[in-house]
């Protein structure tokens, strides 16, 4: 199975109003907005900086970006037109941002036109991750920087012993919904590759509270992904989920979902 996010412009109508809500639950966690605001404080806006979100989804980096001071206007561009029409409507009493469909490997604007861009949990879904780099790197103007920030998918886990069986219900997530699990190990020698001048990878570990817990979602896509394949029972496949629950319960439940953010330079053509 393709990773869902890497096709979003033409995915089934029911599954991208799953998919909206999810995003818009995930940037209300208090933990998600800690990591957003942690990374864009370590980028210098400029007086009415102008913002461009590759990806932006239905437009909650957008919305905080659009709120932080001296930034003049925020453009999200995103393949889905129903996650534009959802960000726009989201955003509607905002006027310093908008939200366009297009692609990241094609953007429609000209050179130099931004002073940041933002990818946030983009990079890992796409599958043309230079060619976004490059568009990214036209569009910037020359002192420019770029915000990544993606999930360490590889290193994700809900282990709380050797051998923990939901691992694999993890690993079957991964194959199924993750294009590029490893991307934040290659992620200094891609935006290097692309002409940008990288700083330091700064490393944001998210201990999932319970009751936030994105990754008892994972086990049930999982073990659902495993079952229709034919790999295992579904009687395995809801066991699988019961245990989850049933760490849930107990208070048992672990998760550990790292994230990485890295800024980079446009400093020169
Ligand atoms: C995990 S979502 C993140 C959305 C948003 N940045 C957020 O954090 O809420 C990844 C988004 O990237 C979009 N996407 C995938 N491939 C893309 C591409 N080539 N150019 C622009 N956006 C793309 C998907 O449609 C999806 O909305």
């Known amino acids: ?122 990079l890992s879904h796409v599958p043309d991750r230079s ?37 694999r219900c993890i690993d079957a997530f991964r194959e199924g919904f993750v294009h590029d699990p490893y991307l934040v190990r290659h992620l200094v020698a891609d935006v290097t590759s692309a002409g940008f001048e990288p700083g330091p990878m700064v490393s944001h570990g998210l201990v999932e509270r319970p009751d936030e817990a994105f990754l008892v979602g994972w086990i049930e896509f999982g073990a659902g992904v495993l079952a229709a394949d034919g790999r295992i029972s579904a009687e395995l496949a809801n066991a699988y989920v019961a245990e989850a629950q049933r760490r849930l319960d107990a208070g048992t439940w672990f998760s550990f979902w790292p994230f990485v953010s890295l800024i980079a330079r446009n400093g020169s053509r």
Not at 149 to 161: E, W
Request: charged share 25%.
């Open 131 to 167: 060619g976004v780099l490059a568009e990214a790197h036209r569009v910037l103007d020359t002192g420019g920087q770029l915000a990544v920030f993606d999930a360490d998918f590889a290193a994700s886990t809900v282990s709380v012993m050797a051998d923990d069986p939901l691992e």
């Open 1 to 122: 199975m393709p990773d869902m996010f890497s096709d979003m412009a033409n995915a089934d109508p029911a599954i991208v109003k799953v998919f909206a809500d999810r995003l818009e639950e995930r940037a209300r966690v208090p933990a998600q907005q800690a990591m957003l605001n942690d990374y864009l404080a370590r980028l210098d806006f400029p007086d009415r900086a102008r913002v461009l979100e590759v990806g932006s989804g239905t437009g909650p980096v957008c919305r905080t970006i659009a709120s932080l001071d001296g930034v003049g206007e925020v453009v999200g561009v995103e393949p889905s037109a129903e996650f534009v029409r959802v960000a726009n409507e989201v955003s509607s009493g905002l006027d310093n941002v908008r939200f366009e469909v297009g692609n990241g490997s094609a953007l429609s604007f000209d050179d130099d036109s931004f002073d940041v861009v933002v990818m946030h949990t983009l």
